[in-house]
């Protein structure tokens, strides 16, 4: 147990439709980073927040947004879904806003679009 | 120049064979060159990772060789076993507390299949 926790598990929508995913990092990290995994394309990073504030930016849609709370949860929003946005999306946290250190990484959410 | 090209895509071995998965990376910049690993149902595990100052760096079976001036990097698994079959991944990154360039980047993965 990597020790985040990210909430669902699984979530089946519909196009167009949005939703929320939830990360909870280790206790103490401050840093919080969100993965897409799909078959065809590996691990495509999104975004990166520490301690409450965007720090990178990867290939992440516009349709998608994020945020990292002052309890230091962080959120991925994704909206007007498309039947291409499914795919595993991974949380993972680490102790400081240095990217070149282990990052931790939770179980992930599955996201079905149909 | 941010990408980080990994083969092979699959891969198998037998038991007690040597593994060994292939990563090169085009952008100098980087300075840290973790492998992940993957079990289905699970988010990546940290591995082993490699800093440039270094060409080889080993933790029990597991061996990252580093070429820095072909840019190429590899894991090596001996006496392979079939708990070792998993998803495999490099990853390349430049240091600093974030920014535009400040990012892990994944190669696509390797699945690793160890037969008994």
């Known amino acids: 147990d990597s020790g985040v926790t990210q909430t669902p598990k699984h979530l089946i929508t519909a196009t167009g439709q949005r939703v929320t995913l939830r990360c909870s990092p280790r206790s103490g990290d401050l840093s919080v980073y969100w993965y897409q995994q799909s078959l065809d394309q590996g691990l495509q990073f999104l975004i990166h927040y520490y301690n409450g504030e965007e720090r990178a930016k990867g290939n992440i849609l516009e349709r998608f947004s994020a945020q990292q709370f002052p309890d230091l949860h962080s959120e991925l929003n994704l909206s007007s879904l498309e039947l291409g946005d499914s795919a595993l999306y991974f949380c993972?946290?680490?102790?400081?806003?240095?990217?070149?250190?282990?990052?931790?990484f939770g179980q992930g959410t599955r996201l079905t679009v149909v | 120049q941010q990408q980080v090209k990994q083969s092979p895509q699959s891969l198998i071995v037998q038991k007690g064979g040597i593994s060994i998965i292939n990563c090169a990376y085009e952008n100098t910049a980087f300075d840290y060159f973790p492998w992940y690993q993957q079990f289905p149902g699970k988010g990546p595990a940290l591995l082993i990772a490699i800093r440039p100052d270094v060409s080889e760096k080993k933790e029990g079976r597991f061996t990252i060789s580093f070429n820095k001036s072909a840019k190429q990097f590899s894991l090596h698994i001996m006496d392979s076993q079939p708990g070792d079959s998993a998803t495999y991944f490099c990853a390349a990154s430049r240091g600093g507390n974030g920014g535009a360039t400040n990012k892990l980047i994944f190669g696509t993965g390797t699945l690793l299949a160890v037969q008994p």
């Open positions: 993972a946290s680490s102790p400081t806003g240095n990217v070149n250190t282990e990052a931790f």
